[in-house]
């Protein structure tokens, strides 16, 4: 066991610390997270400014635009990120969902022509895989692929899919096979966003933002070689872009949330009254504790996984744990507001701050597969237990 | 970071769950627990001979092995010996030889069983005439199963330590009835009792409580462990309405969450391993980790062994089945050193105290 930083990480992480503080105070003001929900064209530019620095795709090969550094410098990247306060890269779905699925089922061509863009954020990505009929159950997908010529022409219904408002791209699964199985009768499409009959439709979220989306695909064409793996092998990719969605993602959410608690202990200091201290107390440690274990646990998995590995379907503790941390440590910062806590916005404390994350955080055990998904995946493919399906 | 064990920890890890699944299956643990004392000497003689009591054992070595005898639920003065005693004596004491030849010795610090925890450690005693000890002590853990205690007192601001040879003495354990049968804790009352002045380490409070602290998690993650699988066994056979019950969400997903619980404090005790074996530095976010990892780990052990025993259904409840044995002592090692709350508060403390 060894847990502090090699050389290597010693130098990369005083590097990047010593940038970020430069940059964050050069490119944001008071409150950069706010800053970068409330402009996009704002969190653009930082992303391009991250990624001409070097600090994107740290861990990818050499030869699709990466630095070939070790995972634990990818590790360090959100540790440094969350400690400076700054916003990650605004293609988080792209980093770190569609890169690792086309550096694994993709041809050289493909990743010439999708690696750079996504790198540098000038492409923004967004996945296409929930359904109206197709949520929790992935494999039920309806939307339908009829091939034509060297074309697929494309009709259905996405929904839940995030920044496709924003989206060059998106990752489509689709349905190509009649009379077989699901697990065979799916295909992994690379649709351009541009492409007529795609309509997106924005979706308000109860917070009353609108970060998800809903995609109409009317008679819309796609050329066979924007496949991605072989006709009806569909389902083998998503597990590929599933698992990276709980290994990778464990990370920033861990960084996260070290962020988010940061902030909660100078809102609970400054104004902590409705509460009793010790419940202060108590949640803080709480939430204090999770992001050590969740820290400790990434790097575990890592290690136990194997420099390459991902961590399989052990990754979806940490999403079951942070996503009930980070809704526990919300409503207590919120709740510290007693009365006050009704109102928002501007009326409210940190302009309403609080009031959002509150709201917000209740998607966090639905979003990137719910936490009773989660729950069977552990069951069935960790513990062992029989399939209940 | 790298959380890899060595070949040689993984080596040792298998060796000890071979040996103790051999001669301590959970039939074994129950008689030993019911009788009234709780010992099996020859066990003590087969650890020594396994090298479980050499002091080249380093701490993340001897995680390894408590957390494979907290899996076995093994009943002996071995955990304290190595876990409290041996890291408080200096290296001359000839007490500190004597454990590498295999003695065990307990520690017996508090007073008042309205201030039992290690901080709360009163003045040490003096000695009369000859070498000559009357005190009483209470809550010494595996009192009647250890060669001899160690009473541990504070003498002009440092720990000071005294021994009791309770193998030539047992009139002074005053037994007490336990709910864990596994780890006892006795009353210890000297009267003119021979005693020893020991010599000490500089080993102060703080870094012998942040070293108990992730021994005992250590052992818990082990009973945490084994406490699951007795309900993941049970939900993958059993069978009603003509379903296994593991295929039901209210069930798996009830194993699921003690499964996460146990993983998470996995990590924190591993780590927490670490910062002992490499020594505290005074960074007080580094006792927080080791507060936090006693709490975790002890607290998801309780979950467990509830979790499995609800799942157990009636079975769960009776004293035939073995399951209580381990609910006991996740119990014991929840309430060693501080409850949840305690360490939570000290924690959130140090925490808003820390980022000012």
């Known amino acids: 066991m060894r847990f502090s930083d090699t050389v290597e990480e010693q130098r ?41 620095a070097g600090w994107i795709g740290i861990t990818w090969p050499h030869e699709y635009g990466g630095r070939g550094l070790p995972q634990s410098c990818q590790n360090i990247f959100y540790e440094e990120l969350g400690r400076a306060g700054a916003p990650n890269h605004i293609n988080t779905i792209g980093l770190n969902f569609v890169a690792p699925t086309i550096i694994e089922w993709g041809d050289q061509d493909q990743a010439r022509r999708f690696l750079p863009p996504l790198l540098s954020g000038d492409e ?23 091939l034509d010529g060297e074309e697929w022409v494309v009709n259905g219904q996405k929904i839940w899919s995030s920044f496709a408002h924003l ?42 933002a609108a970060e998800f989306n809903e995609v109409f695909l009317d ?26 969605e709980r290994g990778t993602l464990a990370m920033e959410l861990a960084a996260d949330f070290s962020r988010q608690l940061d902030r909660a202990v100078t809102h609970l200091r400054d104004n902590a009254t409705a509460v009793p201290d010790h419940h ?19 790097y575990r998995f890592r290690t136990e996984a194997g420099e390459t590995g991902s961590p399989g379907p052990k990754g979806s503790v940490a999403k079951i744990a942070w996503s009930e941390g980070h809704q526990r440590l919300t409503a207590l910062a919120l709740e510290s507001q007693g009365l006050a806590s009704v109102l928002n916005g501007a009326s409210a404390a940190e302009s309403g701050y609080w009031q959002l994350e509150r709201l917000r955080s209740r998607g966090n055990s639905i979003e990137g597969g719910t936490t009773e998904i989660q729950k069977n995946i552990i069951a069935e493919r960790v513990l062992g237990l029989p399939r209940g399906r | 970071m790298d959380f890899s064990f060595s070949d040689e920890q993984h080596l040792l890890r298998k060796l000890a769950r071979e040996y103790l699944t051999d001669r301590l299956p959970p039939e074994r643990i129950g008689e030993l627990a019911d009788r009234a004392a709780g010992r099996d000497s020859t066990v003590d003689r087969e650890l020594f001979e396994m090298g479980w009591f050499g002091d080249e054992l380093g701490f993340v070595d001897l ?182 019950i593991g295929t039901y969400q209210g069930v798996s997903h009830r194993l699921v969450d003690a499964y996460v619980r146990i993983e998470l404090a996995r990590s924190l005790v591993y780590r927490a391993a670490g910062i002992i074996e490499e020594g505290l530095t005074g960074d007080p976010l580094e006792i927080a980790v080791c507060s936090a990892a006693k709490t975790r780990a002890a607290g998801a052990a309780v979950f467990a062994a509830e979790n499995s025993i609800q799942v157990l ?42 980022s000012t």
């Open chain 1, 124 to 146: 923004i990505w967004c996945q296409g895989f929930s359904e109206p009929g197709a949520g929790s159950d992935l494999a039920n997908v309806r939307t339908r692929a009829v």
């Open chain 2, 63 to 244: 995680l390894v092995l408590f957390e494979e005898a907290g899996r076995a639920l093994l009943p002996s003065a071995w955990f304290p010996t190595v876990a409290v005693v041996r890291p408080l004596l200096a290296a001359s004491d000839e007490l500190a030889e004597q454990i590498r030849n295999g003695r065990t010795c307990t520690l017996a610090w508090a007073a008042d069983r309205a201030r039992s925890a290690l901080d709360r450690t009163p003045a040490l005693p003096g000695l009369v005439g000859p070498g000559l000890l009357t005190t009483s002590r209470v809550l010494v853990p595996d009192l009647e199963q250890a060669d001899s205690v160690l009473v541990l007192g504070l003498d002009a601001g440092r720990l000071g330590g005294l021994e009791v040879d309770t193998g030539a003495h047992p009139e002074v354990i005053s037994r007490c009835p336990n709910v864990d049968g596994t780890r006892r804790f006795h009353d210890l009352h000297t009267d003119r009792t021979p005693a020893r002045r020991v010599q000490l380490s500089a080993t102060g409070i703080e870094s012998l409580r942040a070293r108990l602290w992730v021994a005992l998690a250590a052992e818990a993650l082990g009973v945490a462990g084994r406490a699951l699988d007795f309900g993941i066994e049970h939900a993958r056979t059993r069978t009603q309405f003509g379903r296994i």
């Open chain 1, 280 to 298: 202060v107390r108590r949640g803080v440690a709480d939430a204090w504790v999770l992001v050590q274990e969740l820290r400790y646990t990434n």
């Open chain 1, 219 to 244: 008679d819309v064409r796609i050329p066979v070689s924007r496949g991605l793996g072989e006709r009806g092998e569909g389902w083998r990719v998503i597990m590929t872009t599933l698992e990276h």
């Open chain 2, 313 to 354: 259904g009636g079975m769960g409840m009776t004293w035939e089945h073995p399951i209580h044995r381990w609910l006991k002592r996740a119990m014991t090692l929840n309430a060693w050193d501080g409850n949840p709350d305690t360490h939570l508060d000290r924690i959130g403390e140090s925490i808003m105290a820390f």
């Open chain 1, 167 to 208: 989206a060059d791209m998106c990752i489509l699964v689709v349905r190509t096979e009649e009379d077989v199985p699901s697990h065979r009768a799916l295909t992994f499409l690379l649709l351009d966003m541009r492409t007529p009959g795609v309509t997106v439709r924005p979706l308000t979220q109860l917070t009353g």
């Open chain 1, 12 to 52: 990369f992480r005083a590097e990047l610390r010593a940038w970020l503080a430069d940059a964050v105070r050069r490119h944001w003001g008071d409150d950069p997270i706010t800053e970068a929900r409330q402009d996009v064209q704002r969190l653009r530019d930082w992303s391009r400014l991250l990624h001409q």
